[in-house]
């Protein structure tokens, strides 16, 4: 590789090679050297254009031996459409410029197109100060060329993924926004008159316990309906926005709805594990992770009737988010999920995308495990794997500086 005042210094000394063939220093058979054996192709035009010689990098990047390409015109490397470029170049040696670092494509023997950098200089007699032609090098850059071509498009898709990011955030960020505005109208509008309805009945029924009992029971009836609103209004809030999120923070929240879970589903046993400072994650990510569990949970009953369900939630020293689920049902096939219709699992993976994390779903349908013992697949698993069910994955890498 030629810097450029080296190559300028080449061309000066390629001159007075000219000068003093017959007293060739050790100097200039050094330069002959380096210009036969460099990886670019090096090669010398007369004033015409014409090719006088010609290294064996030129022979290898262009195709052509010397004897068949040396007294030809340098235009035979020049695509059509691409004249205009050579022209350039002659009308700069004629002008005793160089012409430095010019990215440009020629054309090889065999028709291919190739990604070249051009540098070239002047050659002048020194005894007459005449120009008698230049001195060339191409450096093929095609690698180059087809690297910034990927790089490029990686940037583009990254960008894409980035906004892509950055809406479904948006949306979740909406829809969690809409669910709170819900559950407070539940609580403050609907909460109210049931609360009503329930403290007239009370009262009529204290009233008419002894005159007359009918009313009394009809009266009761209506408390009892009541309190079945109220209990059912109160699970939908918890639904749509556990308020002790807010209060009480994620590990007290997740705490309380796992507890709710296992009061109406005594068989079933679930495990919760935290470790690290669960309490600098933001509103954000505590909804979303929130959310995770939530529906992780009602997968594990409602898909794979699962009996243990162990939730693991940890903060590492380097403030990363770790979050496994892991339950002992009757597994899937993670590849022919319908994810048309089903929202649950792609709900959770655009959570996690969203924060820039990954997410991952480790599962077998359990029909098939008896019969992928034997297989590769059996390896995977006796290295560590869960045996059955499904466990889920996740990772967000920088959990704690995340924006709400
Ligand atoms: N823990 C699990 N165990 C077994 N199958 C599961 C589990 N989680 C999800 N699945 C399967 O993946 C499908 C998609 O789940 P999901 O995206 O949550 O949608 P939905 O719960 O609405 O069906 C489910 O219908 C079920 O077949
Ligand atoms: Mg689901």
Not at 65 to 70: K, W
Not at 365 to 381: E, I, L, W
């Amino acid at each position: 590789h030629f810097d450029l005042p080296e190559f300028g210094s080449i061309a000066k000394n390629f001159n007075l090679m000219g000068e003093s063939l017959q007293k060739s220093t050790a100097e200039n058979q050094r330069l002959a050297l380096i210009a036969q054996q460099t990886a670019d192709a090096v090669m010398i035009h007369d004033l015409n254009g014409n090719i006088s010689f010609w290294n064996a990098a030129a022979q290898k990047i262009f195709g052509y031996a010397p004897e068949d390409i040396i007294g030809k015109s340098a235009s035979i490397l020049t695509p059509k459409g691409e004249e205009r470029d050579l022209a350039q170049n002659m009308r700069a040696i004629n002008d005793r410029r160089n012409v430095e670092n010019h990215d440009t494509q020629r054309q090889a023997r065999d028709g291919r197109i190739v990604d070249v950098s051009i540098s070239a200089a002047p050659l002048i007699d020194p005894q007459t100060n005449e120009l008698i032609g230049d001195i060339c090098s191409m450096r093929d850059i095609t690698e180059r060329k087809h690297a910034e071509i990927a790089e490029r498009k990686a940037e583009v898709a990254e960008n894409k993924l980035e906004e892509n990011r950055q809406i479904t955030h948006l949306i979740q960020k909406h829809i969690e926004d809409e669910r709170r505005s819900l559950a407070r109208e539940l609580h403050d509008e609907l909460g109210q008159y049931v609360t009503a309805i329930k403290t007239f009945a009370v009262a009529i029924a204290n009233k008419t316990k002894e005159k007359a009992p009918e009313v009394e029971a009809s009266a009761q009836t209506i408390v009892a309906a009541a309190n079945h609103i109220y209990d059912g209004m109160h699970n939908i809030i918890r639904q749509l926005r556990p308020g002790s999120l807010d209060n009480l923070g994620l590990v007290e929240t997740l705490k309380d709805a796992i507890n709710n879970v296992q009061k109406q589903q005594p068989n079933l046993n679930i495990t919760l594990e935290f470790s690290g400072n669960l309490d600098g994650l933001g509103e954000s990510l505590n909804i979303n992770i929130y959310r995770i569990v939530q529906e992780s949970i009602n997968n594990a009953i409602k898909h794979a009737e699962a009996k243990n369900i162990e939730v693991k939630l940890a903060i590492t020293k380097t403030g990363a988010l770790q979050l496994t689920i892991k339950d002992d049902g009757k597994g899937m096939d993670v590849n022919a999920v319908d994810q048309t219709n089903h929202f649950g699992l792609l709900g959770m993976r655009e959570r996690v995308q969203g924060f820039k994390g990954s997410f991952n779903v480790d599962s077998e349908p359990n029909a098939q495990m008896v019969t992928k013992v034997s297989s590769k697949k059996a390896g995977v698993k006796s290295a560590g794997s869960q045996s059955s069910g499904t466990t889920i994955y996740i990772n967000i890498p920088q959990a704690l500086n995340v924006s709400n």
